[in-house]
């Protein structure tokens, strides 16, 4: 078999991943920058994005459908100017995922996504442990659309999204003692980071625990620099159809109303 000389990699180039924050804490914003740049390969442009309209943190169903709004304009907005060639959506509920994919034929990956289709590589269970318990029933439901259920199991840490930055050691503390119950009761043999807040703390657990723990950042990103190398992206009308079908149902909606209107008058 031919190799070529440059390994394979005669086509590479610069990746340029648009990764957003659905909320609008700046030093959240900050460290998932940093967090996506560590993992990134050599020539990668990490392009960090905020959701200046939205809430604080996102934690739970309301804190979500808060942020959906900002975080579909700022994609727009980023479509207009064409500067990136895929999107990660930093928030490990996937907040505004199927909204935000049907704006853009680029790929659009959530952090939740890639961290539990990474884990279900490298084991056969594994547990994901997030922040506040408002937030578990969104992550079994996500898990169950994503055909992972039965392989997983959801654990609220309680520690509020915000708390992870202002007290990162104790934050990490908590976390690590509910590693031990994953391993003992779940038989989990990965452990998820179940929030982008969390991403600095991966390593550390690892090497504590001896076992592998998968952030959604760094899942992400390389999942994006994947997606760009191997020209994926999705088919050119699958979301415009949607779009079309919905507007077209919500067009003849209005007519048989309006008829009926008429008629009734």
Do not use: W
Not at 95 to 123: C, F, H, Y
Not at 221 to 244: C, I, K, M, N, Y
């Amino acid at each position: 078999m031919h190799v070529p000389s440059d390994g394979g990699y005669r086509n590479f180039r610069m990746v340029r991943i648009g990764i957003i924050n659905p909320n609008s804490t700046v030093s959240m914003t900050g460290s998932i920058a940093v967090a996506a740049r560590l993992t990134a390969q050599a020539g990668t442009e990490i392009i960090a994005m905020q959701n200046d309209s939205g809430p604080a943190s996102i934690e739970g169903p309301i804190d979500g459908a808060k942020a959906v709004p900002g975080l579909l304009d700022r994609i727009e907005r980023a479509e207009r100017s064409d500067a990136v060639e895929v999107y990660i959506i930093a928030c490990f509920d996937d907040t505004g995922l199927d909204a935000a994919r049907m704006l853009t034929r680029k790929p659009v990956i959530g952090v939740g996504e890639a961290a539990a289709r990474v884990a279900s590589i490298v084991a056969r269970r594994f547990t994901v442990i997030t922040t506040l318990p408002v937030s578990v029933p969104i992550l079994e439901d996500n898990l169950v659309r994503y055909g992972l259920s039965p392989f997983a199991t959801v654990r609220a840490s309680g520690i509020p999204v915000l708390a992870l930055e202002a007290n990162g050691e104790a934050a990490l503390s908590i976390i690590s003692e509910e590693i031990q119950e994953a391993l003992r009761v779940d038989r989990a043999d990965a452990i998820v980071l179940g929030c982008a807040g969390m991403s600095d703390m991966a390593r550390r657990l690892a090497s504590l625990h001896g076992v592998p723990v998968v952030e959604g950042v760094s899942a992400a990103v390389r999942l994006a620099e994947l997606l760009v190398g191997l020209e994926l992206h999705p088919r050119q009308d699958a979301f415009a159809t949607s779009r079309r079908s919905m507007t077209a149902s919500l067009a003849a909606a209005t007519r048989s109303a309006s008829t009926h209107s008429v008629s009734g008058g």
